[in-house]
């Protein structure tokens, strides 16, 4: 199975910082990766697919970049409500595998 | 507007079993391919079992292969994920999501745009 590596684990953030959070798959992937928000007690929400593409609905402040194997999430503007773990997803090949999360804690 | 609804988690004992259902509505069901994603206590996500749009593909994580079976009537618009020899790292939030990519068959196409409340299975005694 590929592995899906996130760094950091977590980290604190002040609102309107600009943060980004990495993602390395152990094999290339092309651009077949998601990245998602999750709140405690709440459902993953998509956020971005193929790796750059802004799920509707999802402020422009998420962008994502990478292909191959290195990937990244940024968030250009910090917003309170941004606070939450966020998981990469490959989607290359079964199964379909998961990075550990990045939780994003207020300073 | 798409909501997927899980329903049947609870208490059950090492070596039991139990059936989860999703109930969809807002899209057209037997077009898209299900899973279930599980997130045990603390943890991160684990894709747990997909099925594709008319039911004829089913795929499963080695950690459950063997033991859990995935199913879906589409008449009805459920998903179902037969749970059996459940153990305590069974234990879970079990999500249904759905495929962002209409018409897969394969063991995994998509991101998976829309996601369950989720329902918590415990095991123990």
């Given at each position: 199975a590929i592995r899906m590596t996130q760094s950091p684990s977590s980290f604190s953030a002040s609102t309107g910082d600009r943060v980004t959070i990495t993602c390395r798959a152990s094999q290339g992937i092309s651009s077949y990766l998601a990245w998602y928000q999750q709140k405690p007690g709440k459902a993953p929400k998509l956020l971005i697919y193929a790796a750059s593409t802004l799920q509707s609905g999802v402020p422009s402040r998420f962008s994502g970049s990478g292909s191959g194997t290195d990937?990244?999430?940024?968030?250009?503007?910090?917003?309170?409500?941004?606070?939450?773990?966020?998981?990469?997803?490959q989607y290359y090949s079964y199964p379909g595998t998961f990075g550990q999360g990045t939780k994003v804690e207020i300073k | 507007e798409v909501q997927l609804l899980e329903s049947g988690g609870g208490?059950?004992?090492?070596?039991?079993?139990?059936?989860?259902?999703?109930?969809?509505?807002?899209?057209?069901?037997?077009?898209?391919?299900?899973?279930?994603?599980?997130?045990a206590p603390g943890k991160g996500l684990e894709w747990v079992s997909a099925i594709s749009g008319s039911g004829v593909n089913t795929y499963y994580a080695d950690s459950v292969?063997?033991?859990?079976?995935?199913?879906?009537?589409?008449?009805k618009n459920t998903l179902y994920l037969q749970m059996n020899s459940?153990?305590?790292?069974?234990?879970?939030?079990?999500?249904c999501a759905?495929?962002?990519?209409?018409?897969?068959?394969?063991?995994v196409c998509s991101s998976f745009d829309y996601w369950g409340q989720g329902t918590l299975v415990t095991v123990s005694s």
């Open positions: 990937f990244t999430l940024t968030i250009s503007c910090l917003q309170s409500e941004d606070f939450a773990t966020y998981y990469c997803q | 208490l059950v004992q090492p070596g039991g079993s139990l059936r989860l259902s999703c109930a969809a509505s807002g899209f057209t069901f037997s077009s898209y391919a299900m899973n279930w994603v599980r997130q292969k063997g033991r859990f079976t995935i199913s879906r009537d589409n008449s459940l153990g305590a790292e069974d234990t879970a939030v079990y999500y759905k495929d962002q990519r209409a018409y897969c068959t394969n063991a």
